[in-house]
């Protein structure tokens, strides 16, 4: 009976007597572990401060490299006789300003990949979500992408000439061609790798196609959509240079070209820094603007930050 009573003990638990009623239970042990907040050394280089302080570490590494390498004239395979320093570079900034055209010529490039780029945004991502959704679609479109692909953008400068009435339209088309590749690439990788455990609970709850495409298809594909858009812009600046180097007769690129046609270092120097900055704020536009669309993005990756 002894045995019976153990066994209906631990199937079958009894209530608890007066005796268990007054017990305290002694909770185990947990070892103390002591918060250590980071000094202050560990968080200004994980803050905002620690950030700009890299950049100008980097910036000024690149600019003392340069100023050394022209002022003692290093001539390593690398020859830097003729290259400025940068304090002409700068008095050329300052002379150059002193007139509109240099900030004309500005202006018109800024245009002109405003324009393209916005007409590659539209048509990559609105055909690329098209490819990636329906077969049908990437059916009857995509062989043709891929054979005008490979084509380099600044090889169409020459039809391009022939295609449109005007030197202007065809600079933007050139700028439209190399943003518009890399865009709907992206896009359509996007589309195509979206969860499809998503696309079931969307179609479950009752979502329409049109709905489904707003509100499951395009944030889904949106990280790889911002990537398309960040390497487009590069591309973009590049084939831009390239056409108003060749056929233009306005913009940066051109301004380069004409300063290296009058051998004039310090504006060629100029024009390369002009470029490049005007890409770093374009690009940076780009990863500003996607903060601003896919918020969940920054707290998602709050984890992985070091």
């Known amino acids: 009976m002894a045995a019976i009573q153990r066994v209906e003990d631990f199937v079958a638990p009894r209530a608890p007597t007066a005796s268990h009623i007054g017990a305290s239970v002694t909770p185990l042990p947990l070892p103390l572990v002591a918060a250590k907040s980071p000094g202050w050394w560990p968080r200004f280089w994980q803050g905002r401060l620690g950030l700009w302080a890299m950049a100008v570490v980097s910036i000024g590494s690149v600019l003392l490299s340069w100023q050394l390498a022209t002022q003692y004239k290093l001539d390593a395979y690398v020859r830097f006789n003729n290259i400025p320093t940068p304090a002409q570079v700068f008095e050329k900034v300052v002379e150059v300003n002193e007139s ?3 900030v004309t010529n500005i202006g018109i490039s800024v245009r002109r990949i405003l324009l393209g780029f916005a007409v590659a945004t539209l048509l990559g991502v609105g055909l690329g979500v098209l490819i990636g959704r329906y077969r049908w679609v990437r059916g009857l479109t995509l062989p043709a992408m891929e054979v005008f692909r490979p084509i380099p953008a600044i090889a169409w400068v020459p039809m391009s000439i ?3 009435p005007s030197n202007e339209v065809s600079i933007v088309f050139i700028t439209f061609l190399g943003a518009f590749f890399p865009i709907l690439l992206n896009t359509v990788h996007g ?6 455990v998503l696309l079931r609970a969307a179609r479950t709850l009752g979502a329409s196609e049109p709905s489904l495409l707003r ?3 395009l944030p889904g594909a949106m990280p790889h959509i911002f990537t398309g858009l960040a390497v487009g812009m590069g591309v973009a600046w590049v084939s831009l240079i390239a056409a108003e180097m060749i056929s233009g007769q306005f913009g940066i690129g051109y301004f380069t070209w004409e300063a290296y046609s009058l051998i ?4 060629i120097a100029l024009g390369m820094i002009t470029i490049g900055v005007l890409g770093l704020l ?4 780009i990863r500003l603007l996607a903060k601003v669309a896919m918020p969940w993005q920054a707290y998602s990756s709050n984890g992985a930050r070091t």
């Not at 589309?191 to 499809?196: A, M, Q, R, T, W």
């Not at 004039?264 to 504006?267: D, F, I, L, T, W």
């Not at 374009?282 to 536009?285: Q, V």
């Open 100 to 102: 509109a055209r240099f």
């Open 162 to 164: 022939m295609l449109w």
């Open 191 to 196: 589309v195509e790798s979206l969860d499809p």
């Open 215 to 217: 509100h499951v298809v």
């Open 264 to 267: 004039s270092y310090a504006e």
């Open 282 to 285: 374009c690009s940076g536009a």
